[in-house]
């Protein structure tokens, strides 16, 4: 499996384009605008895209989802139910944020801890990771041990929880109970930043590493 990382919108989101080598199709993770250029990544990376998949329902993540459905004829799947509301809000956001206003769209398939999503010959294990939004899922590819986390987990820090649905000490359990059991060798793409793997958050990272002082986390937050 191929990965390209596309930082998208002025919160340099990390949208991603998975691409199947051996069938030449794809799959777009959150593509939160700029679809011009999520378009032209798969162009020159000579890849179908097959589908849209979402990790949550932030803006930022989400704001070019209907407009890239749309013009491609995409299913989209994810995140979990749970993050309808963001969804219906998505006006609200765009203001909040500072973003214009996309298209509001409804999933296809709304997906929840145990699922599987597949394109081309690739499948990816959904985990359900509620604390940054009460929806938010992941996704893992347990051959290519790589995850993209959307904004569960950065590195060197945690998803912010002072937003709508967030939850400090639910988001802390999602990382510990959820994700640190894959693997410390998994590498993660994060929704925002550069990755890293799970081992080495687990030494390093002030917020969930082993062992953890909690007075000296220096509490540093992305969107």
Known sequence: MKVTVIPV???????????????????????????????????????????????????????????????????????????????????EQAEMFGFPAPAPFEPGRWLDQGDKVNFGNIVLEVHHCPGHTPGHII?????????????????????????????????????????????DDVQFVPGHGPGSTFGQERQTNPFVGDPIDQTQAERVFYV
């Open 9 to 91: 919108t002025p919160f340099q989101q990390n949208c991603t384009l998975l691409c199947c080598e051996a069938t030449g199709r794809a799959a777009v993770v959150d593509p939160g605008g700029d679809v011009d250029r999520i378009i032209d990544a798969a162009k020159d990376a000579d890849v179908e895209i097959e589908k849209i998949l979402v990790t949550h329902a932030h803006i930022d993540h989400v704001g070019g989802v209907a407009d890239l459905a749309s013009r491609l004829q995409l299913p989209i799947e994810g995140p979990h139910r749970a993050d309808q509301f963001w969804i219906d809000a998505l006006a």
């Open 139 to 183: 996704f893992f590819q347990p051959e290519s041990r790589l995850a993209l986390v959307g904004d569960v987990l950065f590195r060197g820090s945690i998803g912010r929880t002072d937003l709508p649905g967030g939850n400090y000490q639910t988001l802390i359990g999602s990382i510990r109970n959820r994700l640190w059991p894959l693997g």
